[in-house]
C-alpha cells in the first residue's frame, strides 16, 4: 500500500506524526501476522493505512484543482507510479525468484498468477476469486503475496477518487455540501459491509465497494482542511486523547471474529480520523513525531511488502515459529525494507526525470518484463517443461490426499438438502436396499472410505448423509454448538429431517467432532449426547459411534511434496505425541457400555504405536488436515484393518448380513 511521505508534495505541508501514525499501523500489522495472540486487532493497521491514504490523495488532488483549474491526471499518476512500483517491482522479483527456489509447481504457478494481478492493480479481485473460505478451506498464510490485496484496494481507489474530488472542488462551491456528498457515500459503504460480513464475507474484505467507507473517513478530514476548518488547541487534545484510547482500544481487543470491515472497525476508523484532524502540535502529534517513530514511518510501505513474503515462505517451509525467529522476522523485515527504502525507493522517487521516462521505465518496461517472466513460468509448468523441475520426482511423492468431499458419493452438504435420503449416489452397494445409515458432520463423512470396505465385505448397505459442523443430537435445545454461523440453517434442516428418517434403519452410525464440542459445552453436550443414545438405542437395532481420529495439529499434506524442494522437512516424523486418548472418546467408550446395542469403534491404534500417532499409514499420508483423513487413507486403514483380521471388526461382523459376507 502507498503510505507516501509528502517531502515533495509543495502543495501540503509535511506533517511527520502521519509518518508516526503509520509507523503504529505497520508495527501493529506485523506483530500481528507473526502472531495474532499478541495483538488481535493488529490486523487494524491496514484500516490505518486507508484513513492515511484517504486523507493525503484527497487534500493533495483538492489543492492542486483549486491552484491549477484543472484535473491533471497524467501528473497524479506519474506520482503514484514513481511512489509505488518500484519497491513493488523489487518484492516482486525477489519473492519469484526465492519462490522458485522453494515453492513446488502447483504453488509456484499460482504465486505467478497472484504476480501477474498484482502487477495491474488487481490483487485483491485475484485473492477474491481464488481463495477457499469453505468448511476445509486451507490456511492462507502460506501465500507470499497475499497482502497485495490492500494495494489493489488503493489502486482502484486512484482510477476512480481523482474524478470525484475534481468534480467536488469545481461543482460544488460548499463545503457542507461536499461534505454531505462524501458522508454519503462513507455511509452506503459502511452499511454495504455491515450486511455482507455474513454471507459474502470474502467479498466484504477484499472489494473496494466494501472497504471505501475507511478511504472516505480520510477524505472528510482533507476536505475539513481544504475548507481551512480546524480545532483550537484544547479540542485537538482531546480529538488527539480520544482517536489514541480508539486506536489502542481496537488493536488491543478487536479480533478476526468481529464484525471487520464493519461496525467493530467504526472506532479505529474514527480514531485515525481525529488524529488527523487534531494536528502534530499535540501530546500525542508530538509523540508520534518522535524520531525514531517517524523512521519506522518513513520505511512503512517498503515494510510492509516484506514482511509478509518473508513469513509466508517460513511457514511454507513449515517451520515453527518461536520467540527468537519471531525477533529475527522483524529484524530481517526492517533489513529488507531499509535496503528497498534507501536503495529503491527514496532513490528513484526523488530522481527528476521527465514524465515519458517514469511511465516508460517505472512502468511500461518493468511491469512487461515481470509479468512476461510470470506468463511464461505459468505455462510451462502447464506443459510440465522439465527444464524447470523434474517431475519424476513429484510424481514418486505424490499421494491421494483429497478430502472427503471431493468424492460424489459422499453425500455430505454444508446446506443440507433433504434429497440425500434418497439420492441413489448415496447409497453403498449401489442398486440395493440400505440397511444402515451414517450421521453426523465431516468427521462422520472421512470414515466413508473404510466404512464401504466394510460394507462390501459383511454384506452391509450402508446410506450416508452428513451435514458440515453439525454434531448429530436429536435434541440441541437452545446450545449453540455451531462455530460457524453459516451452517446454522443446514443443521437445523438436517436434524429435523434426521427424526423421521432414523426408524428406518437397523443400524445408525455416528460421526462427528466430539473434541470440539465437548470443548463448547462439556457437561452439556455430554448429557444431550447421551439423550440422544437413550433415543436410537430404543429405535434402531445397532447404534455404532465412531471415534474421533487422533488430532494431529501441525500436519500438512503437502508436506511429502515440499520435501522435493526442501528434504529437512522429515515428513514421517512430523505427528503429535498421545500418550492418552482423547478424554471425549473415553468417555464415549464407556457411554456405549450402557446400551446392549451400543458399540464403539476406534482406529486410534492403526494410526498410534502407543507413544506417537501419526497422519502416515503404511509409508504414505492419509490424513486431510490435522483431524480429518483423507477417503483414500480411510479406504486404506479399511482394508489393511480387514487383512488383519482386526478384532474391532466384529461390530460390522455383527450388523452385516451373513448370507451376503465375503470369506
Known sequence: MNHQSLHQAALIQYRPGIDGLRAIAVLSVIIFHINASYLTGGFLGVDIFFVISGYLITLLLAKDIAKTGRLNLVDFYRRRIQRIFPALLFMLVVTLLVGYVLLVPKDYAALSK?????????????FFSSIDTGYFATGSEELPLLHLWSLGIEEQFYILWPFIVWLLVKSVRSTTSRLLIVSVVFIASLVLAQMLLKSQQSFTYYMLPTRAWELMAGGLVALLVFAGISLNKRWSEIAAGVGAVAIIWSLAVVSQNDDVPGLAAVPVILGSALLLISGDKTFI????????????????????????????????????????????????????ASLSYFFVEHPLRIRKTSQKNIFVWY?????????ALAVVMIRLIEVKTPLLYDWHKYDEVAADTRAAFDYDFNCQYNDFAVDAFTLGRCVFPENTQPTALLLGDSHAAHYLGMLRVFAQHYGIS??????????????????????????????????????????????????????TYDRTGRKAFRLKFKKTLDILSKQVKNVVILASVPNINEYNRDCQIRSVRMPHLQCNKRHLRHSKAAPINRYLHGLSKIYPNVYFFDIREQLCDGVECSPYFNGKPVYFNGSHLTMAGSQEIGEKMLKDNNPALSIFERIGSPAQQKN
Not at 497472484?114 to 485475484?126: K, P, R
Not at 512502468?363 to 509479468?371: C, E, I, W
Open 462 to 515: 450402508l446410506r450416508n448423509a452428513t451435514q458440515s459442523a453439525c454434531p448429530m443430537l436429536l435434541d440441541a435445545g437452545n446450545l449453540n454448538w455451531i462455530m460457524n454461523t453459516k451452517y446454522k440453517k443446514g443443521c437445523a434442516t438436517y436434524r429435523a429431517a434426521v427424526k423421521a428418517e432414523f426408524p428406518k434403519y437397523d443400524t445408525v452410525i455416528l460421526g462427528g467432532s466430539w473434541s
Open 285 to 336: 502529534g508530538r509523540f508520534l513525531s518522535l524520531r525514531p517513530i517517524v523512521a519506522i514511518g518513513l520505511v512503512s510501505y517498503s515494510a510492509y511488502l516484506w514482511h509478509w513474503p518473508i513469513l509466508a515462505f517460513l511457514r511454507y517451509a513449515l517451520i515453527k515459529m518461536d520467540v527468537p525467529l519471531m525477533a529475527g522476522v522483524m529484524v530481517l523485515t526492517f533489513m529488507m
Open 114 to 126: 497472484s504476480a501477474l494481478w498484482s502487477l495491474f492493480s488487481a490483487a485483491n479481485i485475484y
Open 363 to 371: 512502468f511500461s518496461v518493468p511491469v512487461v518484463m515481470v509479468a
